[in-house]
């Protein structure tokens, strides 16, 4: 949906829910009277109540005949009504030569109207109703959702359905995707940490990784409707989607939307198994890169290499050590920033994925002459990890703070729903919430220490320095290894 949609939309949510909040604030206003404020406490002095155990709200889960899977969550605590689609599709199954057309045909399938509804009368409908309906498509999945009040449910729904069943994709909205995605290529080595970002991701990857590579002109030139449509017609279908719907509505009456709009869709036998993910290795490794940019006066810096999967029996041995060095007071925090003073951010993050390895990243900001030191220092540190268990303090420290932070993904009952869907598209457990929690609260340091010993690998770590080459003293290659430039020119479109 275009901002002034979107805004205009969160304007009538408000007006038509603020209602709802303004007698209880009235009633808590008049409450109070002069003489009854407790006297203010240190900080020391507070006292605080246990965090609530996670518990997963009751649901329903069910398969229509063409393989649709779906869950239903009521909440009746508000007039609304939340929907998502995950579809088993992703911008790694798109050609090498097209990159790009996953992220269009998410974004055109939504701007460019449905076989019933041209574009601009679809916005029409959903704006007068203060509703939304979102598609999109990222790395390893797709998605389509939808927000609206109960009372416009029939509606909204069916929109939504067509959304997802008769994208018209017309013609003038897939022009002006690409148009939108030409800028964006322009503007990318505006912001260092773009660059620095994405150009990590190419040297451990590879830069024609489905992880890695980018969208250039030329791919975007590649693309035609006729690639945008056949896309669609090979991802979308009931079999390769699971359907999750949580709010203010009635079960048996949702079933029967849910049959109504979706139940004669076609199934495709051969898509009832998902799509194998490609697999990734890492290609560069001990090396230091660069990218020289003469007019910054810091470093942007990332040092790291290949991580893992969530399936991973470690990942919660992983998880406790990243807390460790990552976590406002962690070792990095204190070491790095506050005690040696050289960096503005520093952090450490085992960013691992469902169903392919992610990437283990150090790195931060600091100031142009402090590049150097600053590397050897988080260097320092991983070492550290590795050679010596965390103290008590240190692992009760990072235990609590993500069992604490833990529970607030469960907020409300979309993000429980949320999760389990993302946990049956990835094929794990239905009781990872529960795995996770207990793997944390169980952790010892012995098992932090061996999980760095063998995940942690210096050998295999590459770095990337984006930054002033020539006011970098000492040099780079003062860290002994070999120095490569990275050249972040932006390819041309070939003429044809």
């Known amino acids: 949906m275009p901002n002034a949609h979107r805004n205009r939309f969160l304007s009538k949510t408000l007006q038509r829910l603020i209602a709802f909040a303004v007698i209880p604030l009235l009633l808590v206003i008049g409450s109070i009277r002069p003489g009854t404020a407790a006297t203010a406490k240190h900080y020391t002095d507070l006292e605080f109540p246990p965090l609530p155990e996670v518990t997963i709200p009751e649901y329903s889960r069910f398969q229509l005949d063409n393989g649709l899977t779906v869950y239903l969550m009521e909440n009746h605590e508000l007039p609304l009504v939340n929907g998502i689609a995950r579809m088993r599709t992703g911008s790694r199954l798109e050609p090498a030569d097209k990159v790009g057309l996953a992220d269009i045909v998410g974004t055109v399938m939504r701007s460019g109207g449905t076989k019933t509804h041209p574009s601009d009368q679809?916005?029409?409908?959903?704006?007068?109703?203060?509703?939304?309906?979102?598609?999109?498509?990222?790395?390893?999945?797709?998605?389509?959702?939808?927000?609206?009040?109960?009372?416009?449910?029939?509606?909204?729904?069916?929109?939504?359905?067509?959304?997802?069943?008769?994208?018209?994709?017309?013609?003038?909205?897939?022009?002006?995707?690409?148009?939108?995605?030409?800028?964006?290529?322009?503007?990318?080595?505006?912001?260092?940490?773009?660059?620095?970002?994405?150009?990590?991701?190419?040297?451990?990857?590879?830069?024609?990784?489905?992880?890695?590579?980018?969208?250039?002109?030329?791919?975007?030139?590649?693309?035609?409707?006729?690639?945008?449509?056949?896309?669609?017609?090979?991802?979308?279908?009931?079999?390769?989607?699971?359907?999750?719907?949580?709010?203010?509505?009635?079960?048996?009456?949702?079933?029967?939307?849910?049959?109504?709009?979706?139940?004669?869709?076609?199934?495709?036998?051969?898509?009832?198994?998902?799509?194998?993910?490609?697999?990734?290795?890492?290609?560069?490794?001990?090396?230091?890169?660069?990218?020289?940019?003469?007019?910054?006066?810091?470093?942007?810096?990332?040092?790291?290499?290949?991580?893992?999967?969530?399936?991973?029996?470690?990942?919660?041995?992983?998880?406790?050590?990243?807390?460790?060095?990552?976590?406002?007071?962690?070792?990095?925090?204190?070491?790095?920033?506050?005690?040696?003073?050289?960096?503005?951010?520093?952090?450490?993050?085992?960013?691992?994925?469902?169903?392919?390895?992610?990437?283990?990243?150090?790195?931060?900001?600091?100031?142009?002459?402090?590049?150097?030191?600053?590397?050897?220092?988080?260097?320092?540190?991983?070492?550290k990890v590795r050679e010596a268990p965390l103290s008590a303090d240190e692992l009760q420290q990072a235990k609590d703070s993500i069992l604490n932070s833990f529970v607030f993904n469960f907020q409300d009952p979309g993000q429980t729903l949320s999760r389990l869907m993302r946990y049956e598209y990835f094929g794990y457990p239905d009781d990872f919430i529960f795995q996770y929690q207990r793997a944390v609260k169980t952790m010892t340091a012995e098992k932090v220490q061996a999980a760095a010993k063998k995940y942690l690998q210096p050998d295999q770590i590459v770095t990337l320095v984006v930054g002033n080459r020539s006011a970098i003293q000492p040099p780079l290659e003062d860290l002994g290894k070999t120095v490569t430039p990275v050249d972040i020119t932006i390819p041309q479109p070939v003429s044809s």
């Open 122 to 383: 679809l916005n029409q409908m959903l704006e007068q109703r203060a509703a939304s309906v979102e598609t999109g498509i990222s790395t390893a999945s797709g998605s389509a959702s939808f927000a609206a009040l109960s009372e416009d449910l029939d509606t909204v729904f069916g929109l939504f359905a067509e959304v997802i069943r008769e994208p018209a994709f017309e013609e003038d909205k897939l022009v002006l995707a690409k148009t939108q995605r030409r800028g964006n290529i322009a503007r990318r080595n505006d912001d260092p940490d773009d660059i620095t970002g994405r150009e990590f991701k190419k040297l451990i990857y590879g830069g024609d990784s489905p992880y890695a590579r980018t969208q250039e002109y030329q791919t975007l030139d590649n693309i035609t409707q006729a690639d945008v449509e056949s896309f669609y017609q090979q991802n979308f279908h009931p079999n390769c989607m699971i359907l999750g719907i949580v709010g203010d509505f009635d079960s048996a009456a949702m079933t029967q939307r849910i049959k109504q709009e979706f139940g004669d869709w076609p199934a495709i036998p051969e898509r009832d198994e998902a799509p194998p993910a490609p697999g990734a290795e890492q290609i560069k490794a001990g090396e230091t890169f660069i990218v020289d940019q003469p007019q910054l006066s810091q470093s942007n810096i990332q040092i790291g290499h290949l991580g893992g999967k969530f399936d991973s029996p470690d990942i919660f041995s992983l998880l406790v050590m990243n807390e460790a060095l990552n976590s406002f007071g962690g070792r990095l925090f204190n070491e790095v920033r506050s005690r040696q003073g050289l960096a503005y951010s520093v952090y450490a993050v085992w960013s691992a994925r469902y169903d392919y390895p992610g990437l283990f990243i150090s790195g931060g900001q600091t100031r142009s002459e402090a590049t150097v030191p600053f590397i050897n220092a988080v260097l320092g540190e991983l070492k």
